[in-house]
Every structure is written in structure tokens, then in C-alpha cells.
């Protein structure tokens, strides 16, 4: 609601229209008049900055976007935008086609440069057809003026909604990739193994913890094997971790046994002073499914094959 109009002469002499609608918000009839003006020329110019905007977009793209799928996105983004300069309430709509823009780009490995593009470009596709048609046109250049801050602030906000995609993306392959590194494969009846390959820290032992402890409760196994052959070092945190698993597999009732202490890891926890009290170590994983073998009752006999050769003589 317009409270009050003022009457301000310019430099120039010239009567300017001053409307104040607001505490602290002043709205010259000028700059509302460039506003609209750029409006018109965005609904009556639709096809012809749409073509340039799509050529402008999938340039540094090199062909791996389809062209009918970026004319798809960008004619709609335009379409709501079109809409949010007479209604306010569609703002939202063209942020949520905003942010799924950049999702689909974060997800086929697009930088954030060229997601960027496909939202500038819009400026650069206006400003052409003002300098081509309407050059030295106040009303089309303060227009733009207005236009290029808006679409300034949707390019930021296309970057933020890239960026927390990247970031979901990342934290999902790094959760699919502790579900592979760390796999738990039945031995034996009875008897489950968790092979260790690479960096044990705190997220990776939480999965570890939880996959052990899920596999305990599916089959019922009473021993469980901890091979860290594949863990490049050994130091107290590790050992920690080590511990807490170990420390969670007996609530359950299980016993564990770790294996894969090579003399190099020995050393070093001895020279860390680490302490695995009375949990049963081995040096490979044969020496601990053999040892949780014999716990379980099952008898393993080393038979050794005898070959025998006969030849056959002819009389």
C-alpha cells in the first residue's frame, strides 16, 4: 500500500515521482516503469532469448546434455520466472526447479562453473537483444539493471543448492563405500570373519560394530574372527576401536578372536604399551579359524595324500 507520493526535482531539472510504501522501502515510479518495461520484453521476446539462452548454456557443456533436455529445464525455470515478477508466491516454485537443476548437474558431474552457466547465461541472452533492438533505450537498460540483480541472486542461490547436493552426494558414496570395506562372511558354522582392509577410525568402526552384531543375531554364531591383515598400522586408536568391537561382539556372547598380527604390528604395540588382556590374538586367519574350530567341538585332521604309481609291463 503506497503511503505517501513526494514530489523530488532532479539534476536535470525534471520532476521525479518518489512513492513510499513502507518503513525504509522507497520505490521510485522510474525504477517501477523499468521493471515492467523489462517484463514486457521478456514475455513478447519468450522464444527468441529462450533459443539463445539454451546455445549459451550447453556451449561449455560440450554435448553431454542433451539439447531437447536443456531447452526442457530452461523453458520451465523461465516460464516460473515470468510468473514470480507479477506473483511473489511463485518465488518458491522457481527455487525448488532451481535446486533440482543443480542436483541433476551435481549427480552427472558437472562443476559448479558450468551448472552456473545455465542460470547467467539468461543476462547475457537479454542483453544481447537489448543492444540489438532497443540500444540506447534508459527504460530497457535500467530494466536490466533490475533483471541482472535478480538473476544474480537465483545464480547464488543455484550454487548454494549445488553445493549441499555435491556434499549429499559425497556423504552417500562415502556410506556405500564403508558398507563394501567392511563385509562379514561366514567361516564355518558357528563362526563368522570380518576382514579389516584399510584406515579403521570412528565411522567406519560404528558400520563394522553394527554389521558384526546384525550377522551375530542372523545366524547365531558364537565366534567371531577380526582379521586386520589389510590394516596398514596399528596404533592406540586403533586399538581402541579394536577393543570396542570386541567389547560389544562378547555382550552378545560371542568370543572373539583377532588376527592378522604381523611382527611389525607386534612391535608396535608393545612399543605403545597397548594391552588386549585376555583376548585371543593370531598371526593369520587359518591359525584363528583353526583355533575357533577347535572351540567349537569340530576336530581338524591334517591327512597327508599318498600317490601310488603302477606300471604295466607287457610279456
Known amino acids: 500500500m503506497i503511503l505517501g507520493v513526494l514530489s523530488v526535482a ?3 531539472n525534471t520532476v ?3 512513492a513510499w510504501v513502507g518503513p525504509g522501502a522507497v520505490l521510485t515510479v522510474q525504477e517501477n516503469t523499468s ?10 521476446n519468450e522464444d527468441g532469448i529462450l533459443d539463445r539462452w539454451v546455445q549459451i548454456s550447453n556451449e561449455p557443456l560440450l554435448g553431454r546434455v542433451n539439447e531437447s533436455e536443456t531447452r526442457r529445464e530452461l523453458h520451465e525455470i523461465y516460464r516460473v520466472l515470468l510468473q514470480s515478477l507479477s506473483r511473489p508466491e511463485a518465488a518458491s516454485e522457481l527455487r525448488g526447479l532451481l535446486a533440482e537443476l543443480s542436483r541433476n548437474r551435481a549427480r552427472q558431474g558437472f562443476t559448479p562453473s558450468e551448472t552456473a552457466v545455465s542460470v547467467y547465461g539468461l543476462k547475457e541472452a537479454v542483453y544481447e537483444l537489448i543492444g540489438a533492438e532497443q540500444e540506447g533505450d534508459e527504460q530497457a537498460l535500467r530494466g536490466f539493471i533490475w533483471l541482472s540483480r535478480t538473476i544474480d541472486g537465483l545464480g547464488l542461490y543455484t550454487f548454494e543448492a549445488y553445493s549441499a547436493a555435491r556434499d549429499k552426494i559425497i556423504s552417500d558414496q562415502t556410506e556405500q563405500l564403508l558398507e563394501l570395506s567392511t563385509p562379514v562372511v561366514k567361516l564355518w558354522e558357528g563362526i563368522v570373519s570380518v576382514p579389516l582392509v584399510g584406515t579403521l577410525d570412528s565411522a567406519r568402526t560404528q558400520v563394522v560394530m553394527e554389521k558384526l552384531l546384525q550377522t551375530l543375531v542372523d545366524t547365531g554364531s558364537e565366534y567371531a574372527v577380526i582379521d586386520i591383515t589389510g590394516v596398514p598400522a596399528v596404533d592406540t586408536q586403533v586399538a581402541q576401536h579394536l577393543l570396542k568391537t570386541v567389547m560389544a561382539a562378547r555382550l552378545m556372547g560371542a568370543h572373539c578372536v583377532i588376527s592378522g598380527i604381523r611382527p611389525q604390528i607386534a612391535h608396535t604395540i608393545v612399543t605403545l604399551g597397548i594391552e588386549f588382556g585376555d583376548i585371543v590374538t ?3 586367519l587359518a591359525d584363528a579359524l583353526a583355533y575357533a574350530l577347535r572351540k567349537s567341538g569340530v ?11 603302477i606300471r604295466a609291463e607287457e610279456a
Do not use: G, Q, W, Y
Open 10 to 12: 532532479s539534476p536535470e
Open 16 to 18: 521525479l515521482l518518489v
Open 35 to 44: 521493471r515492467h518495461h523489462i517484463e514486457r520484453l521478456l514475455r513478447d
Open 282 to 284: 593370531k598371526a593369520t
Open 299 to 309: 576336530e581338524v585332521v591334517n591327512k597327508r595324500r599318498t600317490r601310488l604309481a
